[in-house]
């Protein structure tokens, strides 16, 4: 019973959030649907395309969820059920909700630009330079952790082939491979031949019930190794094509699938509760400390996506602004999306404490895994039918989710690459010369990338997810403070962003100093591998960048001139 009470009170406490705190933010903010938004005035059918609001919302929420939601909970679960569940309510509503809606308006009235547009309209081009290095840095670490997890979902030791009998991985893989070929006629026909709406989406969502019913039955395996060079390969493609083409349908043909498992996950809630099919075991607090750390700062990085994700602030401003068709779209998109995947958090959280003791015991390979099985145990016994379909289902919603963060932070990559080179009055690589021509053109900046991300994720190094979840969150910071400070100069209330971003700052910079310590401990032992000094490397260069950021960005909260946007 205590977990109805738990999703319940998650509930009614984000809807409120987006109700009352939303709108007065928007008001705050002065949102106006009646403004020409980016995607209108500088439609170019590639990046700037307007997308229907149940549209973009399915591109923004499958981009931003990936396997964040879910991993960053259950792992946190350590500390107890209460803590998680209030840094997701609190985190939800008073950061992670801020910094993308925040993010999204502060795009759209920039011309669709990036944050580091953002702050250099604000503190100037060195800013600018030095925020897009450590974006960059924090992408690689996106790719090279999501590459790693859905690889991990998709390998399969079997002999290479078909086989009738799939693992939940072999499911997994032939599903995921049909279902990029199903988005890529969707936007075909959605977008060249005046399929509407409501028909393209029941046909979509038939053909994504007989793409489950056939992996079902007919799995592909297929070793790990190969499955990066193909992630590898699809990222590269999907970062470069119009995004009508793929990521706009991926995306909102997948958002049905997280919809699918959201409510499966509810139902499988209220339906233990009521026939004590499994029973929630985490208790409330176990501890100020864990093998995880201290709770501060280990709580807030290790949760990441279901509070607070700086990686959203880059999707709002990189792909999402563009997309915008009417302002009146950025509260539920912006701030809705970020209570939904809070909500998402919640019920990873109700999953894992179901099947509690396993995990303690390290009985799951993954958290995805443990989320899988806490939601098919609500429903059956491990070995009955209903729960081996139910985890396969459940195993295939994370790995099309983490596909789609790749998908998206790969073009993100590109956009970020180009800036980094691009010359003040330059759009384009078009408008580059000599060597920064090179560097600029898209396929340069997407390959090296993709190279390095899929590198670093076929060495499963454990370091990588941790420096992920920091870099993350110190990223969060930076975006609260660039956007607090452009509202400063366009001489808008930012004074709600002075807590979430002070907070995220420390208890970020102070984890990564602490990881630093540990590394250095580790590497003096004489005990060090090479991912230890990489830890070690990765996570100065990220306090350094930081620390020269918040100072440039602290510096602009005190500048006199505004300006009207």
Known sequence: MIAILIILAAIILLILGYVYYGSWLAKQWGI??????????????IDYVPAQPIVLMGHHFSSIAGAGPINGPIQASLFGWLPVFLWCIIGGIFFGGLQDFGSLFASIRNDGKSVGEIIESSMGPRAKKLFLIF????????????????????????????????TGNETTAIISIIFIILAIVYGIITNNFGVGLVPAT??????????????????????????????GAYIT???????????????YLSSYLLYGMMILALLGIFV??????????????????????????ALFITVACGACSGFHSLISTGTSSKQLASEADAKPIGYGSMLIESALAVVALIAVGMVFPSYVNGDFGSPAAAFAAGIGVMFGTPDSAVYQTVYALLTLAVSVFALTSLD???????FLFSELFL?????????????RKFLTYPLTGTLLMVVIGCVLGALSLSQIWGLFGAANQLLAGIALMAVAAWLANVGKNNKMFYIPMAFMLVATITSLILTII??????????????????????????????ILVYEEFSAFFLKKKTVK
């Open 32 to 45: 106006d649907p009646t403004r020409t938004t980016p995607a209108v005035e500088l439609e170019d059918d």
């Open 135 to 166: 974006a960059l840095l924090v992408m690689i670490m996106v790719i090279a952790s999501f590459v790693n997890i859905v690889a991990g979902t998709y390998a399969s030791d079997n002999n290479i082939g078909f086989t009738l009998q799939p």
């Open 202 to 231: 029941i046909g979509g969502i038939i053909m994504i019930i007989l793409s489950l019913i056939f992996g079902l039955n007919i799995g592909l395996a297929l070793p790990r190794t190969f499955w990066i060079i193909f992630i």
């Open 237 to 251: 493609v999907a970062s470069l094509v119009p995004v009508w083409i793929l990521l706009q349908p991926r995306d």
């Open 272 to 297: 233990s509760a009521f026939t004590g099919s499994a029973t929630f075991t985490i208790p409330a607090f176990t501890g100020w400390n864990t093998s995880l750390g201290p709770l501060f700062p």
């Open 408 to 414: 998206t932070g790969t073009r993100l990559s590109r």
């Open 423 to 435: 010359k003040e009055g330059e759009a384009s690589y078009k408008d580059a010369t000599g060597i």
């Open 518 to 547: 540990k590394g250095i401990g580790i590497i003096s032992s004489g005990a060090a591998m090479w991912g230890d000094w990489f830890q070690v490397l990765f996570a100065t260069a990220m306090v350094i960048l930081a620390l």
